[in-house]
Each structure stands twice: as C-alpha cells, then as structure tokens.
C-alpha cells in the first residue's frame, strides 16, 4: 500500500519506507492537488491556475502540466498509483493508495458523530494526531493552502474544538495545572481564530477551572471588544 502525507511537509511512503518520486517542486504540488480530489477530475486550467498563481501562458501552461503528468504517471507506475485523462483535465484514480487527508477526514467525521465523550476524545485526539504541521507545509504558500485546504481547515477546527469541549466535560482538565495545560493549547488558537466561539469558550472555562478567573474574564472582554461576539 502506498500513502501519501500531505497533513504536513509532503511525503511518499511505501510498504512504512519513504520514496522519492520528483525533486521538482512544480510536479510534486500537481501530484499533491489531485490526491486531494481522488476520483475527481481537475481542470488543466485551475491546476495551471494553482501551480502558476494565475496561469500564466495557457498554451505553454498545457504543455508543461502535460510534461509533468507523463513523467509523474513513470514515477508512480510501481506504487498503484494511476493518473488519468479526463476531459480536459486530469484525476487521480482510487485504490491502491491513501492520503492521511483522507484518513484524517474520515476520523474526525467518525468521531463527532459518537455520544460517549471520552470515546470521542480518544478517536478527535486519534485524527488531530495525522497531523504534522501545515497543510504541504514548505510545498504550498497560506494563500494556496487556504484555497486547496479549506474543507480540510474547517474540519480540524471542528475537531480541536470538539477536543476541547470534551476534556473539559469528562473532567480530564478539572484540577488546576491540567486547566493551565489546556488554557496554553488554547491560547495561540483563539488568537489565530478570534472568531471562533466555541475555542473562546473553552479557552474561559480553561483560564476560569485554573483558578485565573481574572483572565478569563479579560479574554471575554477582548473578544467582546474586538470581534462583537460573546454578546
């Protein structure tokens, strides 16, 4: 079975051992855009939109997604991986391969919909843990990232603060340094998402179950000010 992270800097993995498939950046961010759409076709102009920022000369753009297609479907050949043409475009076909994306999504969803809070913490802390760091970390820039992660974003921010909430419900945050703990995982994520609600108010019961209640109260009054939430 090959796998293919992309939770992270991009890597390809076969059989637990990595492998190289292409030192050009350009190719491996084409490879990286189509295992993140299995099945699903994309359009040679929104892949030359995406690899160029814009896509440049659209004749010259074809010819060179054609050039790094053929050369990909070689690299890929020995690991069950087959890059088709459809249309004007081309996709990734399933079977034989995964992505920690796709695990990743089919965890998280899986554990939001059980009842058992300590259950579903186990499972979000099992999905979030896919994750290394940034969406094609060194391969794709926030703008790109954003434009090719969103569902994904959304989803893990759906999960830590589904990680938070039950935490705090199943009381594994209810002494004061474990408030402490989670209050500081808190922190950077309500600065970065000031409008998320649901993180602002775990970070408050965090802060406020730590004994720092006069914290607590400020985050509220920050985000009141500055957001228009918590009305």
Do not use: K, N
């Not at 076909?93 to 920690?100: F, I, K, L, S, V």
């Not at 090719?148 to 039950?166: I, K």
């Not at 998402?193 to 993180?199: D, I, V």
Request: some cysteine; aromatic content about 6%; hydrophobic content about 40%.
């Amino acid at each position: 079975m090959s796998e293919f992270r992309l939770l992270g800097p991009f890597e390809a993995v076969r059989d637990g051992a990595p492998v190289s498939l292409s030192r050009r950046r350009q190719e491996r961010l084409l490879l990286a855009v189509l295992l993140l759409a299995p099945g699903r076709a994309v359009g040679a102009g929104r892949l030359a939109e995406l690899l160029w920022d814009g896509g440049g000369d659209e004749g010259r753009g074809r010819g060179t997604l054609h050039t790094y297609v053929s050369r990909l479907r070689v690299a890929l050949r020995p690991y069950g991986v087959r890059i088709v043409t459809r249309g004007d475009g081309y996709a990734a076909e399933p079977g034989g391969w995964r992505t920690d994306a796709a695990d990743f999504a089919e965890r998280a969803r899986a554990a939001a919909a059980l009842r058992d809070p300590e259950e579903r913490l186990r499972r979000t802390e099992e999905a979030l843990r896919l994750w290394r760091g940034e969406l094609l970390d060194g391969l794709a820039d926030s703008e790109l990232r954003a434009r090719l992660g969103g569902e994904l974003a959304e989803l893990r921010l759906g999960a830590l603060e589904q990680r938070a909430e039950d935490r705090l419900h199943t009381g594994l945050d209810g002494r004061r340094d474990a408030g402490g703990s989670l209050a500081a995982e808190l922190r950077p994520l309500v600065a970065r998402y000031p409008l998320r609600e649901r993180l602002v108010a775990a970070l408050m019961t965090a802060l406020y179950r730590a004994g720092r209640q006069a914290e607590a109260l400020d985050v509220y009054r920050t985000t009141r000010e500055t957001t228009g939430c918590l009305a």
